[in-house]
Protein backbone atom coordinates (compact mmCIF):
# COMPACT_ATOMS: atom_id res chain seq x y z
CA UNK A 1 0.00 0.00 0.00
CA UNK A 2 1.14 4.12 -0.42
CA UNK A 3 2.01 4.91 2.93
CA UNK A 4 3.30 8.55 2.33
CA UNK A 5 3.58 10.85 -1.10
CA UNK A 6 6.31 13.57 -0.49
CA UNK A 7 5.69 16.25 -3.31
CA UNK A 8 8.41 19.52 -3.39
CA UNK A 9 8.07 22.19 -6.14
CA UNK A 10 5.99 20.66 -8.29
CA UNK A 11 2.59 22.46 -10.12
CA UNK A 12 1.28 25.18 -7.45
CA UNK A 13 2.98 22.67 -4.65
CA UNK A 14 5.43 24.20 -2.32
CA UNK A 15 5.62 21.34 -0.06
CA UNK A 16 3.56 18.62 0.87
CA UNK A 17 3.23 15.44 2.69
CA UNK A 18 0.30 12.90 3.06
CA UNK A 19 0.05 9.90 4.82
CA UNK A 20 -2.45 7.16 3.51
CA UNK A 21 -4.81 4.80 5.10
CA UNK A 22 -5.31 1.57 3.87
CA UNK A 23 -8.60 0.70 2.64
CA UNK A 24 -10.49 3.25 0.38
CA UNK A 25 -8.97 6.95 1.05
CA UNK A 26 -11.20 9.87 -0.55
CA UNK A 27 -9.31 13.46 -1.67
CA UNK A 28 -12.21 16.36 -2.09
CA UNK A 29 -11.72 20.33 -2.40
CA UNK A 30 -12.47 23.04 -4.40
CA UNK A 31 -11.63 22.92 -8.08
CA UNK A 32 -8.15 24.52 -8.91
CA UNK A 33 -7.30 23.32 -5.03
CA UNK A 34 -4.79 20.84 -6.68
CA UNK A 35 -6.01 17.38 -5.80
CA UNK A 36 -5.49 16.38 -9.33
CA UNK A 37 -1.71 17.73 -9.07
CA UNK A 38 -0.96 15.32 -6.30
CA UNK A 39 -2.22 12.13 -8.61
CA UNK A 40 -0.11 13.95 -11.48
CA UNK A 41 2.81 13.72 -9.02
CA UNK A 42 1.97 10.57 -8.01
CA UNK A 43 1.56 8.96 -11.69
CA UNK A 44 5.30 10.57 -11.95
CA UNK A 45 6.75 8.61 -8.89
CA UNK A 46 5.53 5.70 -10.56
CA UNK A 47 7.40 5.94 -14.12
CA UNK A 48 4.81 8.22 -15.49
CA UNK A 49 6.68 10.83 -18.26
CA UNK A 50 6.75 14.57 -15.98
CA UNK A 51 7.49 17.61 -17.77
CA UNK A 52 9.65 20.63 -16.95
CA UNK A 53 6.51 22.78 -17.20
CA UNK A 54 5.34 21.20 -14.26
CA UNK A 55 8.28 22.20 -11.44
CA UNK A 56 7.02 25.04 -9.76
CA UNK A 57 7.73 28.73 -10.92
CA UNK A 58 10.76 30.00 -9.48
CA UNK A 59 12.72 26.41 -8.53
CA UNK A 60 14.98 24.45 -10.71
CA UNK A 61 13.75 20.77 -9.64
CA UNK A 62 10.83 19.46 -8.51
CA UNK A 63 10.90 16.15 -6.10
CA UNK A 64 8.44 14.07 -5.49
CA UNK A 65 8.64 10.28 -3.17
CA UNK A 66 6.40 7.74 -2.50
CA UNK A 67 6.74 5.66 0.11
CA UNK A 68 5.50 1.56 -0.52
CA UNK A 69 4.92 -1.36 1.92
CA UNK A 70 4.99 -3.75 -0.77
CA UNK A 71 4.41 -7.18 1.61
CA UNK A 72 2.69 -10.09 -0.18
CA UNK A 73 3.39 -9.18 -3.76
CA UNK A 74 5.55 -12.28 -5.31
CA UNK A 75 5.55 -10.31 -8.70
CA UNK A 76 7.41 -7.39 -7.43
CA UNK A 77 9.96 -9.17 -5.15
CA UNK A 78 10.92 -11.23 -7.67
CA UNK A 79 11.54 -8.21 -9.52
CA UNK A 80 13.25 -6.43 -7.41
CA UNK A 81 15.14 -9.39 -6.75
CA UNK A 82 16.56 -9.63 -10.27
CA UNK A 83 17.66 -5.74 -9.90
CA UNK A 84 19.70 -6.35 -7.02
CA UNK A 85 17.29 -5.49 -4.13
CA UNK A 86 17.75 -8.28 -1.79
CA UNK A 87 17.83 -6.55 1.53
CA UNK A 88 14.10 -5.29 1.85
CA UNK A 89 13.78 -6.73 5.70
CA UNK A 90 10.90 -4.22 6.32
CA UNK A 91 9.60 -4.62 2.96
CA UNK A 92 8.96 -0.74 2.43
CA UNK A 93 10.65 0.91 -0.49
CA UNK A 94 10.56 4.56 -1.63
CA UNK A 95 10.06 5.51 -5.28
CA UNK A 96 11.97 8.88 -5.75
CA UNK A 97 11.52 10.78 -8.97
CA UNK A 98 13.44 13.97 -9.53
CA UNK A 99 12.64 16.27 -12.24
CA UNK A 100 15.09 18.96 -13.04
CA UNK A 101 14.03 22.43 -15.83
CA UNK A 102 17.28 20.92 -18.53
CA UNK A 103 15.18 17.48 -18.70
CA UNK A 104 17.18 15.33 -16.95
CA UNK A 105 14.63 12.90 -14.90
CA UNK A 106 16.38 10.73 -12.23
CA UNK A 107 14.92 7.96 -10.79
CA UNK A 108 15.70 6.08 -7.49
CA UNK A 109 14.62 3.34 -5.40
CA UNK A 110 14.85 3.52 -2.02
CA UNK A 111 17.95 5.93 -2.93
CA UNK A 112 19.88 3.54 -5.70
CA UNK A 113 19.74 5.06 -9.13
CA UNK A 114 17.90 3.24 -11.55
CA UNK A 115 17.23 2.92 -15.18
CA UNK A 116 13.41 4.11 -15.98
CA UNK A 117 12.71 1.17 -18.04
CA UNK A 118 13.04 -0.55 -14.47
CA UNK A 119 11.40 2.24 -12.40
CA UNK A 120 8.20 1.59 -14.42
CA UNK A 121 8.27 -2.14 -14.51
CA UNK A 122 8.71 -1.04 -10.33
CA UNK A 123 5.45 1.45 -10.41
CA UNK A 124 3.41 -0.53 -12.48
CA UNK A 125 3.90 -3.88 -10.02
CA UNK A 126 2.65 -0.78 -6.88
CA UNK A 127 -0.33 1.11 -8.35
CA UNK A 128 -3.23 0.98 -11.03
CA UNK A 129 -3.82 4.43 -12.39
CA UNK A 130 -6.19 5.18 -13.83
CA UNK A 131 -7.19 8.87 -14.93
CA UNK A 132 -8.53 10.35 -18.22
CA UNK A 133 -8.67 7.34 -20.97
CA UNK A 134 -6.09 8.14 -23.17
CA UNK A 135 -3.96 7.06 -19.68
CA UNK A 136 -6.19 4.04 -18.51
CA UNK A 137 -4.30 0.68 -18.59
CA UNK A 138 -7.55 -1.18 -19.57
CA UNK A 139 -7.28 0.35 -23.32
CA UNK A 140 -4.01 -1.25 -23.76
CA UNK A 141 -4.48 -4.99 -25.65
CA UNK A 142 -1.47 -6.24 -23.42
CA UNK A 143 -3.32 -5.20 -20.15
CA UNK A 144 -6.59 -6.89 -21.34
CA UNK A 145 -4.59 -9.95 -21.79
CA UNK A 146 -2.37 -10.26 -18.79
CA UNK A 147 -6.40 -9.35 -16.98
CA UNK A 148 -8.33 -12.61 -18.95
CA UNK A 149 -4.79 -14.49 -18.23
CA UNK A 150 -5.45 -13.96 -14.42
CA UNK A 151 -9.01 -14.43 -14.35
CA UNK A 152 -8.51 -17.75 -16.26
CA UNK A 153 -6.17 -19.14 -13.62
CA UNK A 154 -3.50 -21.49 -12.95
CA UNK A 155 -4.27 -23.17 -15.67
CA UNK A 156 -4.03 -20.82 -17.95
CA UNK A 157 -0.75 -19.21 -16.67
CA UNK A 158 0.83 -21.86 -16.34
CA UNK A 159 0.17 -22.75 -20.09
CA UNK A 160 1.82 -19.38 -20.70
CA UNK A 161 4.43 -19.92 -18.57
CA UNK A 162 5.69 -23.23 -20.85
CA UNK A 163 4.29 -21.40 -24.01
CA UNK A 164 7.12 -18.46 -23.00
CA UNK A 165 9.74 -21.41 -22.57
CA UNK A 166 8.90 -22.57 -25.69
CA UNK A 167 8.99 -19.52 -27.70
CA UNK A 168 12.47 -18.60 -26.69
CA UNK A 169 13.69 -22.08 -27.65
CA UNK A 170 12.01 -22.01 -30.62
CA UNK A 171 13.41 -18.30 -32.09
CA UNK A 172 16.39 -19.55 -30.66
CA UNK A 173 16.19 -22.77 -32.92
CA UNK A 174 14.87 -20.63 -35.45
CA UNK A 175 17.82 -18.55 -35.75
CA UNK A 176 20.17 -20.92 -35.95
CA UNK A 177 18.70 -22.40 -38.85
CA UNK A 178 18.37 -19.39 -40.44
CA UNK A 179 21.99 -18.25 -39.89
CA UNK A 180 23.09 -22.08 -41.33
CA UNK A 181 20.82 -21.83 -44.36
CA UNK A 182 22.41 -18.39 -45.27
CA UNK A 183 26.10 -20.07 -44.96
CA UNK A 184 24.48 -22.55 -47.38
CA UNK A 185 23.88 -20.29 -50.15
CA UNK A 186 27.48 -19.01 -49.98
CA UNK A 187 28.36 -23.05 -49.45
CA UNK A 188 30.53 -23.58 -52.86
CA UNK A 189 32.42 -20.82 -53.27
CA UNK A 190 33.41 -20.88 -49.00
CA UNK A 191 34.53 -24.32 -49.61
CA UNK A 192 36.66 -23.75 -52.68
CA UNK A 193 38.04 -20.66 -50.82
CA UNK A 194 38.81 -22.61 -47.56
CA UNK A 195 40.09 -25.99 -49.42
CA UNK A 196 42.67 -23.58 -50.87
CA UNK A 197 43.37 -21.52 -47.89
CA UNK A 198 44.13 -24.55 -45.89
CA UNK A 199 46.32 -26.46 -48.72
CA UNK A 200 48.58 -22.96 -48.78
CA UNK A 201 49.16 -23.08 -45.24
CA UNK A 202 50.00 -26.86 -45.41
CA UNK A 203 52.33 -26.91 -48.09
CA UNK A 204 54.41 -24.37 -46.05
CA UNK A 205 54.34 -26.72 -43.51
CA UNK A 206 55.67 -24.07 -41.04
CA UNK A 207 57.83 -25.18 -38.02
CA UNK A 208 57.29 -22.95 -34.62
CA UNK A 209 59.80 -19.84 -34.42
CA UNK A 210 61.14 -21.09 -38.12
CA UNK A 211 60.89 -17.51 -38.87
CA UNK A 212 62.81 -16.03 -36.49
CA UNK A 213 65.76 -18.65 -36.83
CA UNK A 214 65.66 -18.16 -40.49
CA UNK A 215 65.94 -14.16 -39.71
CA UNK A 216 69.22 -14.89 -37.32
CA UNK A 217 70.46 -16.77 -40.49
CA UNK A 218 69.81 -14.45 -43.21
CA UNK A 219 72.21 -11.89 -40.78
CA UNK A 220 74.77 -14.55 -40.21
CA UNK A 221 75.14 -14.84 -44.30
CA UNK A 222 75.21 -11.94 -45.35
CA UNK A 223 77.69 -10.97 -43.27
CA UNK A 224 80.14 -14.18 -43.18
CA UNK A 225 83.06 -12.91 -45.05
CA UNK A 226 83.19 -9.74 -41.89
CA UNK A 227 82.61 -12.79 -39.67
CA UNK A 228 85.40 -14.97 -41.10
CA UNK A 229 87.35 -12.07 -41.04
CA UNK A 230 86.98 -11.02 -37.67
CA UNK A 231 87.54 -14.39 -35.91
CA UNK A 232 90.27 -15.11 -38.10
CA UNK A 233 91.98 -11.73 -36.84
CA UNK A 234 91.04 -12.82 -33.06
CA UNK A 235 92.40 -16.73 -33.68
CA UNK A 236 95.65 -15.45 -34.62
CA UNK A 237 95.91 -12.40 -31.92
CA UNK A 238 95.69 -15.26 -29.26
CA UNK A 239 96.88 -18.11 -30.48
CA UNK A 240 99.34 -17.84 -33.25
CA UNK A 241 101.02 -13.86 -33.09
CA UNK A 242 100.95 -11.77 -36.04
CA UNK A 243 104.73 -11.22 -37.80
CA UNK A 244 106.77 -10.17 -34.93
CA UNK A 245 104.14 -10.24 -32.28
CA UNK A 246 103.72 -12.97 -29.68
CA UNK A 247 100.43 -14.36 -29.24
CA UNK A 248 98.43 -13.91 -26.28
CA UNK A 249 98.68 -17.46 -25.33
CA UNK A 250 102.75 -17.01 -25.74
CA UNK A 251 102.69 -14.07 -23.68
CA UNK A 252 100.53 -15.55 -21.12
CA UNK A 253 102.57 -18.84 -20.52
CA UNK A 254 106.24 -16.62 -20.62
CA UNK A 255 103.89 -14.65 -17.59
CA UNK A 256 103.01 -17.81 -15.80
CA UNK A 257 106.79 -19.66 -16.36
CA UNK A 258 108.19 -16.36 -14.51
CA UNK A 259 105.73 -16.64 -11.40
CA UNK A 260 106.18 -20.24 -11.02
CA UNK A 261 110.26 -18.55 -10.40
CA UNK A 262 108.84 -16.00 -8.50
CA UNK A 263 107.17 -18.57 -6.04
CA UNK A 264 110.14 -20.47 -5.66
CA UNK A 265 111.24 -17.21 -3.47
CA UNK A 266 108.19 -16.12 -1.98
CA UNK A 267 105.03 -18.46 -2.05
CA UNK A 268 102.70 -15.93 -0.79
CA UNK A 269 102.30 -15.45 -4.88
CA UNK A 270 101.20 -19.05 -5.48
CA UNK A 271 97.59 -18.38 -5.42
CA UNK A 272 98.40 -15.22 -8.42
CA UNK A 273 100.14 -18.38 -10.52
CA UNK A 274 96.91 -20.59 -10.17
CA UNK A 275 94.77 -17.71 -11.33
CA UNK A 276 96.92 -17.12 -14.59
CA UNK A 277 96.94 -20.62 -15.16
CA UNK A 278 93.46 -21.25 -15.50
CA UNK A 279 92.95 -18.07 -17.53
CA UNK A 280 95.87 -19.96 -19.65
CA UNK A 281 93.71 -22.98 -19.96
CA UNK A 282 90.79 -20.81 -20.75
CA UNK A 283 92.28 -19.17 -23.39
CA UNK A 284 93.24 -22.19 -24.82
CA UNK A 285 89.80 -23.54 -24.76
CA UNK A 286 88.54 -20.28 -26.73
CA UNK A 287 91.50 -20.37 -29.34
CA UNK A 288 90.15 -23.92 -30.04
CA UNK A 289 86.60 -22.56 -30.24
CA UNK A 290 87.78 -19.73 -32.20
CA UNK A 291 89.60 -22.28 -35.01
CA UNK A 292 86.19 -24.87 -35.04
CA UNK A 293 84.09 -21.53 -35.34
CA UNK A 294 86.35 -20.19 -38.27
CA UNK A 295 86.54 -23.46 -39.85
CA UNK A 296 82.55 -23.46 -40.11
CA UNK A 297 82.13 -20.07 -41.40
CA UNK A 298 81.04 -20.83 -45.36
CA UNK A 299 79.63 -17.64 -47.31
CA UNK A 300 76.87 -19.61 -49.38
CA UNK A 301 75.10 -17.67 -52.11
CA UNK A 302 72.55 -20.38 -52.80
CA UNK A 303 71.90 -20.71 -48.96
CA UNK A 304 71.36 -17.06 -48.87
CA UNK A 305 68.96 -16.93 -51.51
CA UNK A 306 67.22 -19.84 -50.27
CA UNK A 307 66.26 -18.23 -47.37
CA UNK A 308 65.23 -15.22 -48.87
CA UNK A 309 62.68 -17.28 -51.12
CA UNK A 310 61.35 -19.01 -47.29
CA UNK A 311 61.25 -15.42 -45.56
CA UNK A 312 59.00 -14.21 -48.44
CA UNK A 313 56.69 -17.37 -48.57
CA UNK A 314 56.51 -16.50 -44.85
CA UNK A 315 55.93 -13.38 -45.41
CA UNK A 316 53.12 -13.94 -48.06
CA UNK A 317 51.30 -16.13 -45.52
CA UNK A 318 51.26 -13.54 -42.40
CA UNK A 319 49.21 -11.23 -44.46
CA UNK A 320 47.32 -13.34 -45.47
CA UNK A 321 46.48 -15.48 -42.49
CA UNK A 322 48.19 -13.86 -39.24
CA UNK A 323 50.98 -11.67 -37.95
CA UNK A 324 52.62 -15.07 -36.65
CA UNK A 325 53.11 -18.46 -37.63
CA UNK A 326 51.16 -19.51 -34.04
CA UNK A 327 48.06 -17.10 -35.58
CA UNK A 328 48.71 -19.11 -39.12
CA UNK A 329 48.46 -21.74 -37.17
CA UNK A 330 45.23 -21.06 -35.50
CA UNK A 331 43.57 -20.01 -38.87
CA UNK A 332 44.26 -23.46 -40.26
CA UNK A 333 42.58 -24.59 -37.38
CA UNK A 334 39.64 -22.76 -37.53
CA UNK A 335 39.97 -23.01 -41.42
CA UNK A 336 39.60 -27.14 -41.15
CA UNK A 337 36.81 -27.04 -38.57
CA UNK A 338 34.51 -24.77 -40.83
CA UNK A 339 35.09 -26.53 -43.65
CA UNK A 340 34.13 -29.80 -41.59
CA UNK A 341 31.03 -28.23 -40.61
CA UNK A 342 30.38 -27.07 -44.69
CA UNK A 343 30.97 -30.46 -45.97
CA UNK A 344 28.13 -31.54 -43.48
CA UNK A 345 26.14 -28.71 -44.36
CA UNK A 346 23.21 -30.66 -45.48
CA UNK A 347 23.12 -33.17 -42.83
CA UNK A 348 23.47 -29.77 -40.32
CA UNK A 349 20.52 -28.18 -42.07
CA UNK A 350 18.08 -31.33 -41.89
CA UNK A 351 18.75 -31.58 -38.20
CA UNK A 352 18.46 -27.80 -37.72
CA UNK A 353 15.25 -27.78 -39.16
CA UNK A 354 13.96 -31.11 -37.50
CA UNK A 355 14.91 -29.13 -34.05
CA UNK A 356 12.92 -25.99 -35.24
CA UNK A 357 9.61 -28.54 -36.65
CA UNK A 358 9.56 -30.32 -33.29
CA UNK A 359 9.93 -27.14 -30.91
CA UNK A 360 7.14 -25.44 -32.97
CA UNK A 361 4.52 -28.16 -32.93
CA UNK A 362 5.42 -28.48 -28.84
CA UNK A 363 4.66 -24.81 -29.21
CA UNK A 364 1.79 -25.44 -30.76
CA UNK A 365 0.20 -27.96 -28.16
CA UNK A 366 1.26 -25.60 -25.69
CA UNK A 367 -0.72 -22.32 -26.92
CA UNK A 368 -3.50 -24.63 -28.15
CA UNK A 369 -4.02 -25.34 -24.31
CA UNK A 370 -3.49 -21.64 -23.42
CA UNK A 371 -5.76 -20.66 -26.39
CA UNK A 372 -8.67 -23.21 -25.05
CA UNK A 373 -8.52 -21.96 -21.54
CA UNK A 374 -8.40 -18.32 -22.68
CA UNK A 375 -11.81 -18.70 -24.55
CA UNK A 376 -13.36 -20.82 -22.33
CA UNK A 377 -12.11 -18.06 -19.83
CA UNK A 378 -13.63 -15.33 -21.87
CA UNK A 379 -17.07 -17.02 -21.90
CA UNK A 380 -17.20 -16.78 -17.97
CA UNK A 381 -15.78 -13.19 -17.86
CA UNK A 382 -18.19 -11.86 -20.08
CA UNK A 383 -20.69 -13.41 -18.15
CA UNK A 384 -19.49 -12.08 -14.81
CA UNK A 385 -18.73 -8.42 -16.55
CA UNK A 386 -22.33 -7.84 -17.61
CA UNK A 387 -23.75 -9.06 -14.10
CA UNK A 388 -20.86 -6.41 -12.49
CA UNK A 389 -22.30 -3.72 -14.60
CA UNK A 390 -25.65 -4.55 -14.36
CA UNK A 391 -24.84 -3.01 -10.56
CA UNK A 392 -23.31 -0.25 -11.77
CA UNK A 393 -26.14 0.70 -14.38
CA UNK A 394 -24.67 -0.41 -17.27
CA UNK A 395 -26.99 -3.14 -18.33
CA UNK A 396 -27.44 -2.53 -21.82
CA UNK A 397 -24.09 -2.18 -22.46
CA UNK A 398 -23.11 -5.63 -24.16
CA UNK A 399 -19.17 -7.03 -23.15
CA UNK A 400 -17.14 -9.12 -25.05
CA UNK A 401 -14.24 -10.90 -25.58
CA UNK A 402 -12.75 -11.08 -29.19
CA UNK A 403 -10.13 -13.12 -30.54
CA UNK A 404 -7.91 -13.03 -33.51
CA UNK A 405 -5.42 -15.55 -34.76
CA UNK A 406 -1.95 -14.50 -35.02
CA UNK A 407 0.86 -16.13 -37.33
CA UNK A 408 3.46 -17.99 -36.15
CA UNK A 409 4.89 -18.84 -32.72
CA UNK A 410 5.13 -15.70 -30.63
CA UNK A 411 5.91 -14.90 -26.85
CA UNK A 412 2.18 -14.55 -25.56
CA UNK A 413 0.59 -17.19 -27.71
CA UNK A 414 -1.58 -17.71 -31.26
CA UNK A 415 -4.08 -14.96 -30.54
CA UNK A 416 -4.76 -11.65 -29.79
CA UNK A 417 -7.80 -10.49 -27.67
CA UNK A 418 -10.00 -7.56 -27.66
CA UNK A 419 -12.44 -6.37 -25.51
CA UNK A 420 -14.90 -4.87 -26.98
CA UNK A 421 -18.63 -3.21 -25.98
CA UNK A 422 -21.47 -1.78 -27.32
CA UNK A 423 -22.82 1.07 -25.41
CA UNK A 424 -26.73 0.67 -26.54
CA UNK A 425 -28.71 -2.30 -27.96
CA UNK A 426 -28.52 -2.75 -31.44
CA UNK A 427 -25.42 -1.00 -32.01
CA UNK A 428 -22.25 -3.08 -32.97
CA UNK A 429 -19.33 -4.01 -30.91
CA UNK A 430 -16.39 -1.81 -31.08
CA UNK A 431 -13.16 -1.77 -29.61
CA UNK A 432 -13.06 -0.91 -25.50
CA UNK A 433 -10.37 2.13 -26.63
CA UNK A 434 -12.93 3.30 -29.27
CA UNK A 435 -15.93 3.90 -27.85
CA UNK A 436 -16.11 3.62 -23.93
CA UNK A 437 -16.52 7.44 -22.03
CA UNK A 438 -14.25 8.28 -19.21
CA UNK A 439 -17.25 7.09 -16.62
CA UNK A 440 -18.36 4.16 -18.64
CA UNK A 441 -14.23 2.92 -18.37
CA UNK A 442 -14.59 3.30 -15.13
CA UNK A 443 -17.22 1.11 -14.65
CA UNK A 444 -16.14 -1.32 -16.51
CA UNK A 445 -12.18 -1.09 -14.89
CA UNK A 446 -14.49 -1.05 -11.90
CA UNK A 447 -16.03 -4.76 -12.41
CA UNK A 448 -13.09 -6.20 -14.07
CA UNK A 449 -11.15 -5.14 -10.84
CA UNK A 450 -13.94 -6.93 -8.69
CA UNK A 451 -13.86 -10.17 -10.19
CA UNK A 452 -10.20 -10.27 -10.40
CA UNK A 453 -9.58 -9.30 -6.52
CA UNK A 454 -7.74 -12.40 -5.80
CA UNK A 455 -5.78 -12.63 -9.22
CA UNK A 456 -4.70 -8.92 -9.84
CA UNK A 457 -1.31 -8.79 -7.55
CA UNK A 458 -1.74 -4.85 -7.67
CA UNK A 459 -2.34 -3.58 -4.40
CA UNK A 460 -3.26 0.38 -4.92
CA UNK A 461 -5.25 1.36 -7.10
CA UNK A 462 -6.07 5.60 -8.00
CA UNK A 463 -9.31 6.97 -9.32
CA UNK A 464 -9.39 10.61 -10.57
CA UNK A 465 -12.42 11.91 -10.57
CA UNK A 466 -13.94 8.51 -11.51
CA UNK A 467 -17.45 10.22 -10.82
CA UNK A 468 -17.02 12.42 -14.04
CA UNK A 469 -20.08 11.56 -16.43
CA UNK A 470 -21.36 9.24 -14.18
CA UNK A 471 -24.61 10.58 -11.28
CA UNK A 472 -27.26 9.33 -9.70
CA UNK A 473 -28.23 5.69 -8.77
CA UNK A 474 -24.70 4.82 -11.24
CA UNK A 475 -23.28 7.03 -8.74
CA UNK A 476 -24.07 5.12 -5.74
CA UNK A 477 -22.73 1.47 -7.10
CA UNK A 478 -19.66 3.07 -8.43
CA UNK A 479 -18.80 4.60 -4.79
CA UNK A 480 -20.12 1.34 -3.53
CA UNK A 481 -17.88 -0.87 -5.54
CA UNK A 482 -14.87 1.34 -4.77
CA UNK A 483 -15.48 0.59 -1.37
CA UNK A 484 -15.66 -2.89 -1.68
CA UNK A 485 -12.10 -3.53 -3.64
CA UNK A 486 -10.85 -1.59 -0.40
CA UNK A 487 -11.61 -4.32 1.97
CA UNK A 488 -9.20 -5.83 -0.31
CA UNK A 489 -6.36 -3.66 -1.37
CA UNK A 490 -5.57 0.54 -1.10
CA UNK A 491 -8.30 2.53 -3.53
CA UNK A 492 -7.28 6.04 -3.59
CA UNK A 493 -10.12 8.52 -5.02
CA UNK A 494 -10.09 12.05 -6.25
CA UNK A 495 -13.78 12.97 -6.45
CA UNK A 496 -15.89 16.06 -6.85
CA UNK A 497 -19.05 13.76 -5.44
CA UNK A 498 -20.39 13.61 -1.82
CA UNK A 499 -22.32 9.99 -2.46
CA UNK A 500 -18.27 8.93 -3.30
CA UNK A 501 -16.36 10.73 -0.25
CA UNK A 502 -18.84 9.51 2.14
CA UNK A 503 -18.26 6.49 1.77
CA UNK A 504 -14.45 6.77 2.23
CA UNK A 505 -13.26 5.56 5.50
CA UNK A 506 -10.19 7.98 5.25
CA UNK A 507 -10.87 11.78 3.92
CA UNK A 508 -8.53 14.56 2.61
CA UNK A 509 -9.60 17.51 1.74
CA UNK A 510 -6.89 19.66 -0.65
CA UNK A 511 -6.89 23.42 0.22
CA UNK A 512 -5.36 26.18 -1.95
CA UNK A 513 -4.16 29.09 -0.11
CA UNK A 514 -3.05 32.44 -1.59
CA UNK A 515 -0.08 34.56 0.92
CA UNK A 516 -0.06 37.76 -0.73
CA UNK A 517 2.80 36.22 -2.69
CA UNK A 518 2.55 32.69 -3.61
CA UNK A 519 -0.26 30.11 -4.25
CA UNK A 520 0.04 26.88 -2.32
CA UNK A 521 -1.74 23.52 -1.42
CA UNK A 522 -1.74 21.71 1.38
CA UNK A 523 -3.24 18.42 2.53
CA UNK A 524 -5.95 18.23 5.84
CA UNK A 525 -6.62 14.36 6.97
CA UNK A 526 -10.33 15.39 8.55
CA UNK A 527 -12.10 14.74 11.97
CA UNK A 528 -15.50 13.53 11.43
CA UNK A 529 -16.57 16.82 12.50
CA UNK A 530 -14.64 18.28 9.54
CA UNK A 531 -15.80 15.73 7.37
CA UNK A 532 -19.47 16.25 8.21
CA UNK A 533 -18.55 20.08 7.17
CA UNK A 534 -16.87 18.70 3.92
CA UNK A 535 -19.53 16.75 3.12
CA UNK A 536 -22.03 19.49 3.60
CA UNK A 537 -20.54 22.36 1.42
CA UNK A 538 -20.08 18.94 -1.25
CA UNK A 539 -23.78 19.01 -1.51
CA UNK A 540 -24.23 22.41 -1.51
CA UNK A 541 -21.76 24.29 -3.29
CA UNK A 542 -22.38 27.77 -1.63
CA UNK A 543 -22.49 27.59 1.92
CA UNK A 544 -22.89 24.97 4.90
CA UNK A 545 -26.84 24.95 5.66
CA UNK A 546 -28.05 23.20 8.72
CA UNK A 547 -30.31 21.21 5.82
CA UNK A 548 -27.08 20.31 4.10
CA UNK A 549 -25.21 19.23 7.64
CA UNK A 550 -28.41 16.99 8.37
CA UNK A 551 -28.37 15.40 5.00
CA UNK A 552 -24.43 14.74 5.46
CA UNK A 553 -25.14 13.69 8.73
CA UNK A 554 -27.40 11.10 7.13
CA UNK A 555 -25.10 9.85 4.64
CA UNK A 556 -22.36 9.64 6.83
CA UNK A 557 -24.73 7.24 9.17
CA UNK A 558 -25.74 5.16 6.08
CA UNK A 559 -22.18 4.87 4.93
CA UNK A 560 -21.06 2.96 8.44
CA UNK A 561 -23.61 0.79 7.64
CA UNK A 562 -21.99 -0.73 4.31
Not at 190 to 218: C, H, T, V
Not at 257 to 278: A, G, K, M, Q, T
Amino acid sequence: MLLNIFIKNFGIIDQLSIDFQDGFNVLTGETGSGKSIIIDALQAALGGRPSAGQIRTGAEKALIQATFAIGGIKELALLLEEMGFDDLEDEIIIMTREITRAGKNLCRINGQTVTLGYYRKVGGSLADMHMQPETNSLLSQEKQRQLLDRFAGEKALVALDQVNLLYTRWRDARNNFEKLNAAAGDRARRIDMLSYQIEDIRQADLAPGEDIALEDEKIFLSNAEKISMLVTEAYTLLYEGKGSQYSALDLLSRTVDNLRSLVSLDRRNEPLVVSLENIFYQAEDAARELASYRDGVDFSPSRLEAVDERLEQIKKLKKKYGDTIPEIHNYLEAAQKELALLENMEQSLEKSLQEVEEIESEYNKAAGILGAARRKAAKELETAVQQELLYLEMGRVEFKVTFSDVDGPVREGLERLTFMISTNPGEPLKPLSKTASGGELTRIMLALKALLADADGVPVLVFDEADTGIGGRALQAVAEKMLQLGRDRQVICVTHSAQVACLGRTHYRIVKEYDGARTATRAEQLNPEERLEELARMLDGSEVTEITLRHARQMLRSSSEK
